[in-house]
């Protein structure tokens, strides 16, 4: 029970840092902390990679409800260690920052990825490492943005349960 608690108020904390929804947080945690092992990352590091696309999001303006579908292939790309098909085009389309980190990431445009993908040649790795080394130009770009009044209900909302 202990950790749990634990989890629940980080996961809290990621919220209110983020402005996003606390379902929504905790469900992007769950897809990937569920493949942490095979990732090779540890719930800490799955918690950062949690806040860094969710801030990710709130910077390019995309809404928790546009999100939804496109975080659901990420939990699928993210369980079978590839990114392709489906899932990728997903990413592409409705998850633009995590797009540009994963092209950044592996050299090449974001235009190349698709074929990529087709060649089976992005894994969940590329993802993880896509997210380390965007993490500070996410904060950057989440700094600049100001909070929304849905956003700072959100967060006190969080903040009270």
């Known amino acids: ?3 749990v608690n634990e989890q629940f108020l980080a996961l809290s904390a990621i919220a209110i840092s983020a402005r996003t929804p606390l379902e929504q947080t905790t469900d992007l945690y769950f897809r990937i902390a569920r493949n942490a092992k095979e990732l090779g990352i540890s719930l800490q590091e799955a918690g950062q990679i949690t806040e860094s696309v969710a801030k990710a999001l709130v910077a390019s303006g995309i809404s928790a409800n546009e999100a939804s579908g496109p975080l659901l292939q990420l939990g699928q790309a993210l369980a079978s260690g590839r990114f392709q098909g489906d899932e990728l085009r997903s990413i592409l389309e409705g998850l633009p920052p995590v797009a540009k980190a ?11 990825l698709k074929e990529l993908g087709s060649q089976g040649k992005i894994s969940a790795q590329d993802f993880i490492n896509a997210m380390r080394d965007a993490r500070d130009s996410i904060e950057q770009d989440f700094a600049k943005t100001v909070p929304t009044i849905g956003q700072a209900l959100k967060q006190v909302q969080t903040a009270i349960g």
């Open 102 to 112: 994963l092209a950044d990431q592996l050299g090449v445009p974001i235009g190349a």
């Open 1 to 3: 029970q202990e950790k």
